[in-house]
């Protein structure tokens, strides 16, 4: 489970990312590099990070389903994924 704290720094740089992307983009257009500088460096998308939406866990991400392995493993042999059984051949 990760820390509280560093959920909480994702959110924010998401919103941060969100409230800057027009005039980001309209910078970029414009060519302007001095005052896209000038931004804060959380309102740069490279910034955001994937987290497993219930355990926070950043690495072994699964971007269809929004979660990590760890968790899509216990999920799907506990029957909670629909149409995703253990394989065996």
């Known amino acids: 489970m990760a820390k509280e704290s560093m959920k909480a720094r994702e959110v924010k740089r998401k919103k941060m990312v969100a409230k ?7 910078l970029k257009e414009a060519g302007d590099y001095q005052a896209l500088q000038k931004l804060p460096k959380d309102a740069s998308p ?8 219930l355990t926070g866990r ?3 991400y699964m971007r269809t389903f929004g979660i990590s392995r760890v968790t899509f493993r216990e999920m799907a042999n506990q029957g909670l994924i629909p149409g ?6």
């Open 20 to 26: 800057y992307a027009a005039k980001r983009k309209a």
């Open 58 to 60: 950043p690495k072994g």
């Open 84 to 89: 995703v059984r253990k394989a065996s051949w």
């Open 46 to 53: 490279i910034r955001m990070h994937n987290r497993c939406k």
